[in-house]
């Protein structure tokens, strides 16, 4: 079973930057699909960004072109880097497996990202 751990958020000023990282683990890291998701208060979770297992990345549109999404299959870890933050982004983000939407049931615990002057 797949288990993985969040880490990496953080209080920062508008227009900075955060790196965060999923920790995942499991021997079949490499073959899966990863997703960055997030869920701020009151609203739905949503997919930020995601990375197949040939590192093909796609974005919400409220995220591209300032959120990089990346994988070290030796680490077993994904990342987001995200820079140019809005307090709109202020949420917390979460890891799970999958393309275009979570394929395990259970989530970790996130990671706290609060973007605020």
């Known amino acids: 079973q797949v288990q993985f751990v969040e880490s990496g958020g953080g209080l920062v000023q508008p227009g900075g930057s955060l790196r965060l990282s999923c920790a995942a683990s499991?021997?079949?890291?490499?073959?899966?699909?990863w997703g960055w998701y997030r869920q701020a208060p009151g609203k739905q979770r949503e997919l930020v960004a995601a990375?197949?297992?040939?590192?093909?990345?796609k974005y919400a549109d409220s995220v591209k072109g300032r959120f990089t999404i990346s994988r070290d299959n030796v680490k077993n870890t994904v990342y987001l880097q995200m820079k140019s933050l809005k307090p709109e982004d202020t949420a917390v983000y979460y890891c799970?497996?999958?393309?275009?939407?979570?394929?395990?049931?259970?989530w970790g615990q996130g990671t706290q990202v609060t973007v605020s002057s």
């Open positions: 499991g021997s079949m890291f490499s073959i899966y699909d």
């Open positions: 799970n497996v999958g393309w275009n939407s979570p394929l395990l049931s259970s």
């Open positions: 990375i197949n297992n040939n590192a093909i990345t």
